[in-house]
């Protein structure tokens, strides 16, 4: 009973549809038409765009292309030398054969001591730029020495390195100068990074503690901090993937260019006191590829890549935090 | 107790967080002062300024007469630097155009995390591409004796100085109102004469200082450019020549010279070029968005 209605009305309405595609307002023909056709200008701005995208497209690839090229080549270049015990084992034969401990755990205390040394001085001062400094010139003055700091080269850093630890503080050339050095380059870094962090904070959460009698220090602790937590976490971690690659600042503050740990027990993991000199995986790249002869490709590859490895998963947790945080953010 | 303990402290605190603050422009100022020190007994009359700055004798270990020219040293840095700009600044303002107006959502936080990577990879990882890839490349396709100079420098620089301008200069895009845009699309313009007409002269003292920032990165490197430029003393007359820079200058020879010889201290007077060099390039980019800033604001 039902069928040739519901087919009828089904019929009926493709009519209906038909018979407005069959004549679309602005089509040829109709009143309007030429509103809703491209003139030539449209036409060649329609060509313009598509060129620039293009073109601009072009420009992107040629930056992602080569990395990733490059990434790959490495990888394939170093897949021989790649296994655990070339990460566990010292460099032997003058440096021709064996592994990278050594200078892989000279990276791991070098980036941990001057972590130590710049997370502190960083946050507290990203905290004072945000809670406490007016805005007036002085404030300004710092703003530009932060901007300016984490302008000047590493090489220059190396020097003042070697002038104000090294010599005058009478470091020698050590593991704690090194450190110091890396943690002064590594200082922006982390103050932009936590005052941004703090910035994004709203203001009605102090507003509210102070209204309860909380002083100043009391909200930064307790309302400031907490709540921007991960957001400093973000930046203390990108100190700790430019610390780990960098390599001018230690060439002569404390890096030295061979030097064997014990491979196992205790001794292995923390060899040397402050005062002694280590080895370091960027230096280490270096020394392999420019001072060295005769060593197997695949050796020089392997360091490159374990290093570049470090330095991209650091990398990725950071930016991968900061993702996680703007999905989450309540405010 | 351990809350009393903190309120308690807190005046002491404050002035810690004080110090932390002030420890930038402590930092910025001990920088200058140290290095200055080192390179100070040189400055004395004992380096002939004149022919420290325009010859291209760099021989500071000769006997009985050692020359301190850095001339070819001065203009093999700007050099690779210009080409390194030369590269990286269409490329750079292309990505920044193609990730700000071309693309959103995924593509765009996609590409912007590929940009943060290639920013990432240390400069000796750089330097032993340059070295150890790019070189033969370059033998193979030119025919050059060697694989290592200005051009390979050049490009590598390109690649290492390229993602800041990209991220500055794309911050300086998205900075534009939208009702810019939305002004210009209501009076038929296309996206492209958008950026062209609209954008760019809106945003251009961004893309400057982004364009500085570039610079400022590339003068300074070290490490890749000790690498990948042959590090041949001689003024660059192609692309294929092999040059040495200031910065890579410093980090070949810091390590032979004796602490406290002339040659020692001129090291350091050298760094004074650079830091010299590289505060100008980077207090100039600061004005320069400052300026935009104040206009804004005003």
């Known amino acids: ?303 490159a890549v374990v290093l570049i490895g470090l330095v991209l998963a650091v990398n990725s947790l950071s930016i991968g935090l900061r993702i996680y945080l703007r999905s989450r953010k309540k405010w | 107790m351990l809350q009393v303990v903190l309120d308690r402290t807190e005046p002491a605190v404050e002035w810690l967080i004080r110090l932390c603050g002030w420890s930038a422009i402590l930092l910025v100022f001990g920088i200058f002062f140290f290095v200055f020190r080192e390179a100070l007994p040189m400055l004395g009359g004992k380096l002939n300024l004149t022919e420290f700055f325009t010859s291209a004798e760099w021989r500071p270990t000769a006997e009985p007469e050692p020359h301190y020219g850095i001339l070819a040293l001065l203009l093999g840095s700007l050099s690779v630097t210009a080409l390194a700009m030369l590269l990286a600044v269409p490329l750079g303002l292309g990505a920044a155009v193609f990730i700000s107006e071309f693309s959103s959502g995924r593509v765009r936080e996609t590409l912007k995390v590929l940009i943060e990577f290639l920013a990432a990879i240390p400069s000796v990882v750089w330097g032993f591409v340059g070295y150890m890839m790019l070189g033969p490349i370059i033998i193979r396709l030119t025919g050059a004796p060697v694989g290592v100079c200005l051009l390979n420098g050049g490009i590598i620089l390109a690649l290492m100085s390229v993602p800041i301008i990209v991220s500055v200069g794309e911050d300086a895009l998205r900075a534009v109102p939208d009702s810019y845009r939305e002004a210009a699309l209501s009076m038929g313009a296309g996206r492209w004469e958008i950026v062209y007409r609209v954008l760019f002269p809106a945003a251009k003292n961004g893309l400057l200082a982004a364009v500085l920032l570039g610079v400022g990165r590339a003068i300074g490197e070290t490490m890749a450019v000790l690498m990948a430029t042959g590090h041949a003393v001689q003024i660059p007359h192609s692309l294929l020549d092999p040059i040495r820079t200031l910065t890579a200058t410093i980090a070949a020879e810091l390590g032979e010279a004796v602490q406290g010889e002339p040659h020692y201290r001129v090291l350091f007077v050298i760094g004074l070029v650079v830091f010299v060099l590289t505060f100008i390039v980077n207090l100039t980019a600061d004005l320069v968005v400052k300026g935009i800033r104040n206009e804004r604001a005003a």
């Open chain 1, 1 to 303: 009973m039902n069928e040739p209605l519901e087919a009828k009305s089904a019929e009926e309405h493709d009519e209906l549809r038909e018979g407005q595609t069959a004549r679309p307002v602005g089509a040829p023909g109709t009143p309007g038409h030429e509103l809703f056709t491209a003139t030539p200008v449209e036409r060649w701005k329609q060509v313009a765009e598509n060129i620039a995208r293009f073109v601009c497209l072009l420009a992107t690839l040629a930056l992602i292309v080569p990395m990733a090229a490059i990434l790959t080549y490495l990888l394939v270049q170093a897949w021989p030398a790649l296994s655990f015990s070339f990460l566990v084992e010292n460099p032997h034969d003058y440096m021709t054969t064996g592994g990278i401990w050594a200078p892989l755990v000279g990276t791991f205390w070098l980036v941990w001591i001057s972590l130590l040394i710049a997370a502190p001085v960083g946050v507290l001062a990203g905290v004072y730029l945000n809670e406490y400094a007016r805005d007036n010139w002085f404030t300004r003055i710092i703003n530009l020495a932060v901007v300016n700091l984490a302008g000047v080269p590493s090489i220059i850093h190396a020097l003042f390195g070697v002038g104000a630890f090294v010599m005058f503080a009478g470091m020698g050339r050590s593991l704690l100068a090194a450190s110091c050095t890396l943690a002064v380059m590594t200082l922006p870094v982390i103050i932009t990074s936590t005052r941004e962090a703090l910035a994004a904070v709203p203001i009605a959460f102090r507003e509210a503690c102070w209204n309860l009698g909380a002083s100043r220090w009391q909200t930064i602790r307790t309302i400031v901090l907490p709540n921007s937590i991960s957001g400093i976490l973000t930046g203390v971690i990108l100190q700790v993937s430019r610390a780990a690659g960098e390599t001018a600042p230690i060439l002569f503050t404390g890096a030295v260019f061979f030097s064997t740990l014990p491979e196992h027990g205790a001794g292995a993991f923390f060899p040397y006191g402050l005062g002694d000199r280590c080895m370091a995986l960027s230096m280490h790249l270096f020394t392999l590829s420019t001072q060295v002869r005769g060593v197997t490709p695949a050796l020089q590859y392997g360091t």
